[in-house]
């Protein structure tokens, strides 16, 4: 075999596990795998996971932070007007390389899937160029999925609707919105409408920014849920943030989830923007803000955690790091039981595979080679630790690697080194 992982611990508590790779495929995921490799790796129990999955990020902003100045208060609302400040100031080739930076930072981490929105309210759609250039340039390495988003309302601002179907020609993945940006509550269930018929009529997924505010009585998510059954996209699309269901009456939300179950819709929360974002209007007591992650999830819906935002009007601080997403969402929705952690390491790799409907993705024969040795013995203390990345491999090739945390100590009576992992 070209590649053998020995003895790993996989993500669903299996251990002394060989992982077996021919070219870009697993062959193998089996106890005491008799072929050799030729190329080995001792895992030494480590936990082996498939690659960490993006599902909602912005890369046409990412890494702008400070251009053409900081975000001062914070809010989503000086974020977009700040966006359009620099929007005009974008020049392509700037765009592309803060992208393809971003992009070794997320090989780094092992995030090798991202679901990315791309504005297309500027007419040169200048971004959307870019991104598909992106595209091409990292599809070696990361699976680039783009989401034709008017940043600015579809009905709100001219020619967006026709600059998304623009967009979508040109060969940009899935179909965004925002509803609750419209003018009104009206138009923004008519954006809904429209954008569902749009896909449905050309085959494609959804995706849309749904009712980020703290308004309990934004209801763009019960139109979504509605008209992705009446189109019949069930399992095709998701809503992004979902922040009011925050605030949302008991009883509503009572019928909500299960229309959402009913019509087949994912749900995307957004950790660490949406406990930076929500609440900024409130004094004390202070909304959380983000959706109702573990009743989604009870109720059987798919749920995905998203980065959303590094460096960029939005947002100042983030790395690529899927985990670091996770420990926040778990945070904040107080997931704290084991079974609920191990949800929360789902939110970032399996659920939102399925969600971008990637091919070929999981570890066992016959997946693609794409997998992530971490420094860690479980899916829970692999988000405790934020563990190390020790090698990412992509359709069989090592791409990434970095050593163990391991801080060397200079203190009386006690050992060299501690790498702050349970010794048992
Ligand atoms: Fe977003």
């Not at 999955?53 to 251009?67: E, I, K, P, R």
């Not at 399996?350 to 899916?379: H, K, M, N, W």
Request: hydrophobic content about 45%; some cysteine.
């Amino acid at each position: 075999m070209d590649l053998v992982i020995r003895n790993a611990t996989l993500a669903d508590g299996r251990r002394n596990i060989d992982i077996g790779v021919e070219g870009e495929r697993i062959v193998a995921v089996e106890t005491g795998l008799a072929a050799r490799g030729a190329h080995e790796i001792d895992a030494a129990g480590d936990l082996v996971t498939p690659p960490f999955v993006d599902a909602h990020f912005h890369m046409d902003a990412t890494l702008s932070y400070g251009l053409p100045r900081v975000n001062e208060s914070g809010t989503l609302l000086e974020g977009i007007a700040l966006w359009g400040e620099l929007k005009p100031q974008l020049v392509q080739e700037a765009l592309i390389e803060r992208a393809l930076h971003y992009c070794d930072w997320a090989v780094g981490r092992g995030l090798l899937a991202i679901r990315t929105h791309v504005d297309i309210c500027d007419d040169r759609l200048l971004a959307v160029e870019a991104l598909l250039e992106v595209r091409r340039r990292v599809a070696p390495y990361i699976d680039l999925q783009l989401v034709a988003f008017p940043q600015d309302g579809l009905l709100r601002s001219p020619g967006a609707f026709d600059n998304l179907k623009r967009a979508i020609g040109m060969g940009v993945d899935v179909v965004g919105g925002i509803p609750h940006f419209e003018r009104t509550m009206a138009q923004g269930a008519e954006s809904v409408r429209l954008l569902c018929e749009f896909a449905a009529g050309q085959g494609l997924r959804v995706d849309m920014h749904c009712d980020e505010t703290d308004d309990p009585m934004s209801r763009h998510i019960e139109t979504l849920a509605h008209e992705t059954w009446r189109t019949g996209l069930q399992g095709r699309v998701a809503g992004s943030h979902l922040t009011s269901m925050h605030s949302m009456d008991n009883y509503y939300v009572s019928k909500l989830i299960p229309l959402m179950r009913e019509s087949g819709v994912a749900a995307i929360a957004n950790p660490l923007i949406n406990i930076t974002l929500q609440g900024r209007a409130d004094t004390y007591p202070k909304r959380r803000g983000m959706t109702r992650v573990p009743e989604l999830m009870a109720a059987g819906i798919d749920v995905a955690f998203g980065h959303d935002c590094v460096m960029d009007p939005w947002y100042g601080l983030g790395s690529g790091d899927m985990l670091e997403v996770a420990h926040m969402g778990l945070h904040v929705a107080q997931m704290t039981g084991q079974e609920a952690m191990r949800q929360c390491f789902l939110a970032i790799t399996e659920t939102p595979a399925r969600i971008l409907g990637l091919e070929g993705y999981g570890l066992a024969p016959g997946c693609q080679a794409d997998f992530v040795l971490l420094g860690a013995s479980s899916p829970v203390e692999a988000i405790r630790l934020r563990a190390a990345r020790r090698a990412v491999v992509r359709r069989g090739a090592i791409i990434a690697e970095a050593p163990r945390a391991v801080s060397s100590l200079h203190l009386p009576g006690r050992p060299d080194s501690t790498d702050f992992r349970i010794r048992r």
